[in-house]
């Protein structure tokens, strides 16, 4: 999917609304573009006309829930992650049906949503608070939260684990921590 979700037209913010409260409902399988059609109060030619496959909906979906109903704030320190982290964890497990349909998107390198939403800023946050990092201690740091702040963290959580909400929130706030606690010796002043 190339397009972005800020371009989404009234219509295809409309589908994808539709879509994701269908899924919420009744899961992913069981929705056809007929249900979406009437639940978006359009033709179902006009899903087809802006989603020809359920793969192109489904892809155009998870993007669409990434950004916006688990959307990230933007941090103000590298050190704000744990507490964000635990934050995503606990609307994830809020909302189940739609976590496993971003993580298994993402998990499979096909979504349209970036299978690390927050790389950029945890680059940026870096640059501006741990700029003596050498390069490879920046990318061990940045794929090591950058993973933890994932739907896939969630998903691996709850279903190989059986973990609870409480718990995957406490394990994955901790593991960032340990994480950083590699680099705050470092710290700019």
Known sequence: MGEAV???SGTQTAILSAYAELIEELGSDDVSFRVIARRAGIAQRTVFRNY???????LAT???????LFAREELDSIF???LAIR???????????LAHVVAETAMRG?????????????????DAEVPSLDAAQR?????ALAHLDSVGTWVTFRRE?????????????WAAEAVLDTIRDRVSP
């Not at 020809?52 to 489904?58: F, I, K, Q, Y």
């Open 161 to 173: 684990f059986g973990m609870d909400r409480r718990d995957i929130a406490d394990a994955a706030a």
């Open 62 to 68: 998870a993007a669409w829930i990434e950004a916006t």
């Open 52 to 58: 020809p496959t359920r793969v192109d909906l489904l």
């Open 87 to 97: 934050d995503a964890m606990q609307r994830y497990d809020a909302r189940p049906e």
């Open 6 to 8: 800020t371009t989404l």
């Open 80 to 82: 704000d992650i744990p």
């Open 110 to 126: 096909v979504s349209g949503a970036a299978p690390a939403p927050g790389r950029a800023q945890l680059e940026r946050l870096l």
């Open 139 to 143: 990318r061990a740091v940045v794929a």
